[in-house]
């Protein structure tokens, strides 16, 4: 059952410039099963996001491999933090932005644009500029935007935090609600540790800079509705959140307060 | 939004005609104190040099302007010298905007190119440009090619560098996102530089403009047998103010003209992005 799509061992990077070098990621291994939702938390500028560019490819690790069990196969979506929705464009011209830079537009895209833009309530918006839309249909546009690359890995940096509270409750809902039905392996970074339980199966917490791979936590909820904040509501929420809880204020010391 | 719309729907209130109307009546003020400073200077001027407080000779007067100027349409001389000045501005902005577009890209495509070039950018940028002239003359002659290479020299650096820094202050995030679609810089160019950056060519453009007339009328005063710029300098060395004053004029209304046309330009995109 257990497949591993990703796997990375034995991770280091660092960033360099003249006054020296910040090491970033020390020693990070672990691997990605297929269909899986993964978390990572750690403290603020642990390197968080420096492992999703490095899963992405946009930066190669100093040392360790990062592999995919089956590259030809495995399309990486990236969505980052803010929407980055291009102000000029209608939502349906940036979200065809994917296929007009691979030179994939044809039929076929364009109806799977349209499906899309239909199965997450954007139809009504499709020719409407970014600059008409509520923050959460901007990101739901944004992730239809990740989601025409049709990807097999999904990675996703901190992409509610530009949301306003209420809102970003009901879009990682929402959100995590569509990436579940499609099925798509999920690599989440987050800082918000309620959101990392509620979506995930699996969390995985840095430790603060360089960061190495503290612990991980196995996810699993008992769902008493079937309601947005189902997640938020398992008896076993406030368990696994006094771990994290834990765990990551062990990382910043009682000086940094 | 919502309250917009239901306020437009209802009848107009007695504080909202109040407010429309002194919004109107600032409007007209201005309007007319414009023209009235423009009537009062030529009336001033005809009278000064009609009860001879000031000498003609030097100072001309608007009957005198507007006499040479209805003999310079006559003769047809009016058509020939802006027509001249007015070509050669037009071309020398046109390979402005080009030159700089090509090469501000390149410097932001690569930063070591950019990087090199420095140093030479803002000497030359910061040189007078009019101290080129000279020089230009005895490479190219005196002719069109001189007054356009002069135009384009006074604009183009300024115009390089204004694109450039432009160009890099892109959301370096926005670049990232490009990068995740699988496109290359060259398509971060053309999908969010480029696009990002019309306002921006658009105000640039009108900068240019402005500093392509003044290279061409200094292009003109030291190397030209035709064009306003050779008037304005021919006029004052045979003492023929009205001919001076009235190239000024002419050239006044050419700047005008030109910067309204992109003014209109910038308008239309505002209105059509």
Known sequence: MKEPILQCQNVCFSYHNLTGETSALTNISFQINKGEFVSVVGPSGCGKSTLLSLIAGLNKPESGSIFLTNPENTKIGYMLQQDHLLEWRTIYKNIMLGPEISKTINPESEKQALTLLNDYGLSRFQDKKPGELSGGMKQRAALIRTMMLSPKLLLLDEPFSALDYQTRLMVSADIGRIIRSAGITTVLVTHDLSEAIALSDRILILSKRPATIKKEIAVSLTLPDDSLLAARNAPEFQYYFSILWKEISDEYGTDSL | ?273
């Open chain 2, 1 to 273: 939004m919502n309250m917009e719309q239901t306020a437009s729907k209802q009848e107009i209130s007695d504080a909202q005609k109040v407010f429309l109307q002194k919004h109107q009546r600032h409007h007209h003020f201005v309007t007319i104190m414009r023209i009235l400073i423009l009537v009062l200077f030529l009336v001033l001027w005809e009278v000064s040099a009609r009860m001879q407080w000031i000498d003609t000779f030097f100072f001309s007067s608007p009957s005198l302007v507007a006499t040479f100027f209805i003999e310079m349409v006559l003769e047809g001389s009016f058509f020939i010298h802006t027509g001249i000045t007015l070509f050669e501005t037009l071309i020398s902005f046109l390979l402005i905007n080009v030159i700089s577009l090509l090469v501000s890209t390149l410097l932001w495509y690569s930063k070591t190119i950019s990087e090199i070039l420095e140093p030479y950018l803002v000497v030359l940028n910061s040189l007078p440009k009019s101290a080129l002239a000279p020089l230009i003359i005895v490479w190219l002659g005196t002719g069109t090619d001189t007054i356009i290479v002069a135009g384009i020299s006074v604009a183009v650096f300024g115009s390089i560098i204004n694109l450039y820094t432009g160009f890099k202050q892109a959301d370096a995030e926005k670049l990232k996102l490009i990068t995740t679609l699988g496109g290359t810089r060259f398509t971060a160019f053309t999908k969010v530089i480029l696009p990002s950056s019309v306002p921006l060519l658009l105000s640039n453009m009108k900068v240019n403009i402005g500093l392509a007339l003044v290279g061409v009328i200094i292009g003109e005063f030291l190397a030209a047998r035709r064009g306003l710029g050779y008037l304005i300098i021919y006029g004052s060395q045979v003492f023929q103010l009205n001919m001076v004053i009235t190239s000024i004029i002419i050239l006044c209304f050419i700047a005008m003209g030109l910067y309204q046309c992109l003014q209109w330009a910038e308008h239309w995109y505002l209105k059509h992005k």
